[in-house]
């Protein structure tokens, strides 16, 4: 989720990473939700339990500035309950490091 350039950037990385990703939009009604606080001007947490990614892409949004921007969202893949399959070993997987990586490495200039 986040801004159309970077998140395709980002999609990119986990291609060549190796890694699953798929875009996300942020329904509008999130902003309602993050603007629903009577003491805040901004509420950083949802009492309703699902959607919490999209929730906090609502959030940080709003600190963005116009700036480009992503958010992972990576609470699904980032404990593996089972066994081990893959690389993924039992317990924290690390999902989304290596398409981190990948995208720094792009973003990096040449070497020379």
């Given at each position: 989720?986040?801004?159309?350039?970077?998140?395709?950037?980002?999609?990119a990385a986990a291609r060549?990473?190796?890694?699953?990703?798929?875009?996300?939009?942020?329904?509008?009604?999130?902003?309602?939700?993050?603007?629903?606080?009577?003491?805040?001007?901004?509420?950083?947490?949802?009492?309703?339990r699902w959607g919490g990614?999209?929730?906090?892409?609502?959030?940080?949004?709003?600190?963005?500035?116009?700036?480009?921007?992503?958010?992972?969202?990576?609470?699904?893949?980032?404990?593996?309950?089972?066994?081990?399959?893959?690389?993924?070993?039992?317990?924290?997987?690390?999902?989304?490091?290596?398409?981190?990586?990948?995208?720094?490495?792009?973003?990096?200039?040449?070497?020379?």
């Amino acid at each position: 989720m986040g801004d159309d350039a970077v998140v395709e950037q980002v999609l990119a990385a986990a291609r060549a990473a190796g890694e699953e990703a798929w875009p996300m939009p942020i329904p509008e009604h999130m902003e309602e939700r993050i603007r629903s606080s009577k003491i805040a001007d901004l509420s950083q947490h949802d009492w309703i339990r699902w959607g919490g990614g999209l929730f906090a892409a609502a959030f940080l949004r709003s600190f963005t500035g116009g700036l480009p921007w992503a958010h992972l969202d990576i609470a699904g893949p980032a404990f593996n309950k089972g066994g081990p399959t893959g690389h993924w070993t039992s317990g924290g997987t690390g999902f989304g490091v290596a398409t981190l990586v990948e995208l720094v490495r792009s973003l990096a200039p040449p070497a020379g």
